[in-house]
């Protein structure tokens, strides 16, 4: 049991009491809170600074929540979906599925998740220009990593185990993602390409701009195609 009051002396009293599990209050100026048989029933009420009422059935896993700037609809866990200050999540059959999209200045965040990191997708969509083409990133992991940025580049790997748990770590990623590179695509730009096969033991690129093609078995042969050369070479110190 317990009984605590504060603030008395202001224009916001706060009253904070219960016989705990049986019952608990909490009260200030535009806010109550009161639980029965915690953590069954409760519910809160909110008026000030913003507006929110929610039902607790089962809290936290099962709650019914609406108000200015949020909503909550949770049946944890084979259901969740929220909106709280313009990010809205989805959850179903917890951890299975998760989806979540935001807002940030003139970008349309969206993600997709199978069991967190098995099967993960973002994507970024402009919202001043809907027409734009959109970029992604798709991780199936462990098997492989394809991403887009929107603008002409683009990028394939398999296998790719590390992507996934280095998202915003570029130097740690550009070091150690290419020792499992078993194919590799890269696109600078519509029509500049290049494939790798194992470790670069196999290599073809293409230039349409320039009409360049270049294919390398190793250090072992190259072949070299332009509109002013063409280029065989067998061993680095011999060409022909």
């Given at each position: 049991m317990y009984r605590k009051q504060s603030r008395l002396d202001s224009d916001s009293?706060?009253?904070q009491a219960g016989v705990l599990p049986f019952y608990a209050i909490d009260r200030s100026t535009g806010y109550i809170s009161e639980p029965y048989l915690w953590p069954f029933l409760g519910?809160?009420?909110?008026?000030?600074p913003y507006v929110y009422h929610a039902r607790h059935y089962l809290w936290p896993l099962w709650v019914q929540g609406r108000g200015d700037q949020r909503r909550i609809n949770r049946w944890a866990p084979f259901y969740a979906h929220s909106t709280i200050k313009g990010h809205d999540k989805t959850?179903?059959?917890w951890p299975l599925w998760r989806q979540a999209s935001w807002k940030d200045q003139a970008l349309l965040h969206?993600?997709?998740?199978?069991l967190y990191l098995i099967y993960h997708e973002t994507k970024q969509s402009s919202l001043t220009n809907p027409d734009a083409p959109s970029?992604?990133?798709?991780h199936l992991w462990p098997f492989f990593t394809a991403w887009n940025n929107g603008a002409g580049r683009k990028q394939f790997q398999t296998l790719s185990p590390?992507?996934?748990f280095l998202p915003f770590q570029e130097r740690t990623r550009q070091l150690w993602s290419p020792l499992f590179s078993v194919y590799r695509f890269n696109q600078t730009s519509p029509g500049e390409t290049r494939h790798s096969v194992l470790w670069d033991a196999f290599t073809w690129a293409r230039s349409e701009e320039s009409d360049r093609r270049e294919i390398h078995l190793g250090p072992l042969v190259g072949f070299i195609s332009d509109p002013e050369q063409e280029r065989i070479g067998f061993l680095p110190a011999y060409s022909v």
């Amino acid at each position: 049991m317990y009984r605590k009051q504060s603030r008395l002396d202001s224009d916001s009293p706060t009253l904070q009491a219960g016989v705990l599990p049986f019952y608990a209050i909490d009260r200030s100026t535009g806010y109550i809170s009161e639980p029965y048989l915690w953590p069954f029933l409760g519910y809160v009420d909110r008026t000030e600074p913003y507006v929110y009422h929610a039902r607790h059935y089962l809290w936290p896993l099962w709650v019914q929540g609406r108000g200015d700037q949020r909503r909550i609809n949770r049946w944890a866990p084979f259901y969740a979906h929220s909106t709280i200050k313009g990010h809205d999540k989805t959850w179903a059959m917890w951890p299975l599925w998760r989806q979540a999209s935001w807002k940030d200045q003139a970008l349309l965040h969206e993600r997709r998740q199978l069991l967190y990191l098995i099967y993960h997708e973002t994507k970024q969509s402009s919202l001043t220009n809907p027409d734009a083409p959109s970029a992604s990133k798709v991780h199936l992991w462990p098997f492989f990593t394809a991403w887009n940025n929107g603008a002409g580049r683009k990028q394939f790997q398999t296998l790719s185990p590390l992507e996934v748990f280095l998202p915003f770590q570029e130097r740690t990623r550009q070091l150690w993602s290419p020792l499992f590179s078993v194919y590799r695509f890269n696109q600078t730009s519509p029509g500049e390409t290049r494939h790798s096969v194992l470790w670069d033991a196999f290599t073809w690129a293409r230039s349409e701009e320039s009409d360049r093609r270049e294919i390398h078995l190793g250090p072992l042969v190259g072949f070299i195609s332009d509109p002013e050369q063409e280029r065989i070479g067998f061993l680095p110190a011999y060409s022909v």
